[in-house]
């Protein structure tokens, strides 16, 4: 039982770096994305607000969460 926490542990000190390089991809093809898009002022906003969101988790060390939001937006702008 003892390995299995172990080898647990391991994969998830594995995947954190992962999704932290994965955050400021994800910015920049919202970013890229949103220069193109052709959307209302308050969905703009919204994109807007779950871009810098995505922008803070990352800086928080919080990249799943990061990931997750920058995907939204995405997703709002149809990408």
Not at 1 to 29: D, H, N, R, W, Y
Request: charged share 20%.
């Amino acid at each position: 039982m003892k390995s299995f926490f172990v080898a647990a542990t391991i994969l998830v000190g594995l995947a954190t770096p992962s999704f932290a390089g994965e955050c400021p991809a994800l910015v920049q093809k919202a970013e890229e994305a949103m220069r193109a898009a052709t959307l209302d002022e308050a969905m703009m906003n919204k994109v807007m607000e779950h871009i810098a969101l995505g922008k803070s988790q990352h800086a928080d060390g919080k990249h799943e969460e990061s990931a997750a939001t920058l995907k939204d937006a995405l997703q709002l702008m149809g990408v």
